[in-house]
């Protein structure tokens, strides 16, 4: 059986913290995944993640932290969960997959607990979050046939 990846669940800050130190300490050889999930009121964070030789892949998504409909912020969609389930199962082979949002406790912490029971990594016990975020992914994952990624 393949090893699992860690899932690192951060704030934006963090995120940049945890990238840095490859470039610190190029001896580094972990490599990882992340999904950057940046707020759409102020056109994002100001910053890009983007792949080199540690990070394998990004996936960048924007929508607000809200769980319906408000005006003028974006809700999470479809579509976005069904690029989330695809990001992670193609990066299943990482040894981190960060996933970062501006504080790291609502819409991050809903990828980051669907990601650990999607990869059947034994789950924590965080239980805030962005419920609409959580159940759109359980729901689309259910939906298309891929619960869980499954390792060979």
Known sequence: MMKKPRILVTSAREALRYVM???DHPDQNDTYAAISIQDTWNGG??????ENRYCKGVLTLY???IEEPDYGFKLFKK???LDII????EHKNVDTLLIHCYAGVSR????????????GIQPTKDIVFNDYV????????????????KYE
């Open 21 to 23: 130190t490859h470039i």
């Open 79 to 81: 579509e976005q969960a």
């Open 63 to 65: 929508f607000d932290d």
């Open 86 to 89: 695809y990001f992670i199962k």
């Open 108 to 119: 991050s912490k809903a990828v980051g607990v669907f990601a650990r029971e999607y990869l």
């Open 45 to 50: 964070f100001g910053f890009q993640l983007s």
């Open 134 to 149: 959580y159940f759109m992914l359980k729901h689309v994952a259910d939906e298309i046939g891929e619960s869980e990624v």
